[in-house]
């Protein structure tokens, strides 16, 4: 599925009525930029807060001359279940009061959400610190899109660019090195030994990889994807020179990488030494590689100098 937003419907994000929503996330000066994250998909925005969806964004159909927007019910009531949608037309949207609707439903995930979210706010977290946060351009990763599903089955939780900051930290080289797709595991059980069996391993996330197909038009709708996101100033990122050829700016013959983030792991474990012997049975193409996200300091800045391809 397209992930990029069609023009029109992107055009309200930049200069129309979701633009003060966009102001509030923007990474200069967004009140919200730390608690709410943007996703585009295509036909549709989602807004998280701690990586639970606050509100979906519909865009205006053939039928109907307004956007719809969708929320849990729970996070407006606290008692009541499935999802309330409500349109707006460019009007009413221009002074919807956004600040106080994201708070209020922020307030209410809080209250009312009583799963376990660990995962999902870690992957926010790594969201924002590799695209938004002060250090944001000094990292070596963007964060493209993330909860992606193949059309082969797979699902992966974070996409990203390999895009290396520059020497002197002030710019980034024309064009990023390789696209990578990452999964997050949280604990030691999700990598691998968990008594449910839904829980997909290591092994099995590494299959996915070499099914993916990576085609022109996958990289060119993240390509898109970047820049729309970008343009809406929601990447923190300089440029070392002007960027060209932005329809290729991810080539099919770009190395492909797999990344695992394995946050809060018992390293007393034995679940990722059996997830390990099981991957060294699996063979890769020759333009994919398989890393592991290490920090020798806390925290969720991606570095080139922190992917180990050996444990």
């Given at each position: 599925?397209?992930?990029?937003?069609?023009?029109?419907?992107?055009?309200?994000?930049?200069?129309?009525?979701?633009?003060?929503?966009?102001?509030?996330?923007?990474?200069?000066?967004?009140?919200?930029?730390?608690?709410?994250?943007?996703?585009?998909?295509?036909?549709?925005?989602?807004?998280y807060?701690?990586?639970?969806?606050?509100?979906?964004?519909?865009?205006?159909?053939?039928?109907?001359?307004?956007?719809?927007?969708?929320?849990?019910?729970?996070?407006?009531?606290?008692d009541?279940?499935?999802?309330?949608?409500?349109?707006?037309?460019?009007?009413?949207?221009?002074?919807?009061?956004?600040?106080?609707?994201?708070?209020?439903?922020?307030?209410?995930?809080?209250?009312?959400?009583?799963?376990?979210?660990?995962?999902?706010?870690?992957?926010?977290?790594?969201?924002?610190?590799?695209?938004?946060?002060?250090?944001?351009?000094?990292?070596?990763?963007?964060?493209?899109?993330?909860?992606?599903?193949?059309?082969?089955?797979?699902?992966?939780?974070?996409?990203?660019?390999?895009?290396?900051?520059?020497?002197?930290?002030?710019?980034?080289?024309?064009?990023p090195?390789?696209?990578?797709?990452?999964?997050?595991?949280?604990?030691?059980?999700?990598?691998?030994?968990?008594?449910?069996?839904?829980?997909?391993?290591?092994?099995?996330?590494?299959?996915?990889?070499?099914?993916?197909?990576?085609?022109?038009?996958?990289?060119?709708?993240?390509?898109?994807?970047?820049?729309?996101?970008?343009?809406?100033g929601?990447?923190?990122?300089?440029?070392?020179?002007?960027?060209?050829?932005?329809?290729?700016?991810?080539?099919?013959?770009?190395?492909?990488?797999?990344?695992?983030?394995?946050?809060?792991?018992?390293?007393?474990?034995?679940?990722?030494?059996?997830q390990?012997?099981?991957?060294?049975?699996?063979?890769?193409?020759d333009?994919?590689e398989?890393?592991?996200?290490?920090?020798?300091?806390?925290?969720?800045?991606?570095?080139?100098?922190?992917?180990?391809?050996?444990?």
């Amino acid at each position: 599925m397209t992930r990029a937003l069609k023009s029109e419907f992107y055009d309200e994000f930049k200069n129309g009525c979701f633009t003060p929503l966009v102001d509030l996330l923007k990474v200069k000066k967004g009140k919200y930029r730390s608690r709410f994250m943007m996703n585009l998909r295509g036909n549709r925005v989602i807004v998280y807060y701690k990586g639970v969806v606050a509100v979906t964004i519909y865009n205006k159909t053939k039928q109907n001359k307004f956007y719809g927007l969708e929320v849990q019910k729970m996070y407006e009531t606290g008692d009541s279940s499935g999802y309330r949608k409500f349109y707006k037309s460019e009007q009413e949207l221009s002074i919807f009061p956004w600040e106080q609707f994201l708070s209020n439903i922020a307030d209410g995930i809080d209250a009312y959400d009583k799963k376990d979210n660990s995962e999902k706010e870690v992957q926010q977290r790594i969201w924002y610190e590799n695209n938004v946060a002060r250090n944001a351009n000094s990292t070596d990763y963007f964060i493209v899109d993330t909860e992606y599903k193949d059309k082969n089955g797979g699902r992966f939780d974070l996409i990203a660019f390999y895009w290396p900051a520059g020497e002197n930290k002030q710019g980034h080289k024309e064009k990023p090195k390789k696209i990578s797709v990452i999964e997050l595991k949280f604990g030691d059980n999700a990598v691998g030994g968990s008594s449910n069996e839904q829980t997909a391993t290591l092994s099995t996330h590494l299959q996915d990889f070499k099914n993916f197909g990576f085609s022109d038009d996958f990289l060119k709708d993240m390509t898109r994807v970047f820049f729309q996101l970008y343009d809406l100033g929601l990447i923190n990122i300089k440029f070392g020179k002007k960027v060209k050829g932005v329809e290729n700016l991810i080539s099919s013959t770009d190395v492909k990488q797999m990344m695992f983030i394995l946050a809060n792991y018992n390293q007393k474990s034995n679940n990722l030494a059996n997830q390990l012997n099981k991957m060294k049975k699996q063979t890769l193409p020759d333009d994919r590689e398989i890393v592991f996200a290490n920090s020798s300091f806390m925290g969720y800045g991606l570095y080139d100098v922190g992917m180990k391809q050996d444990l």
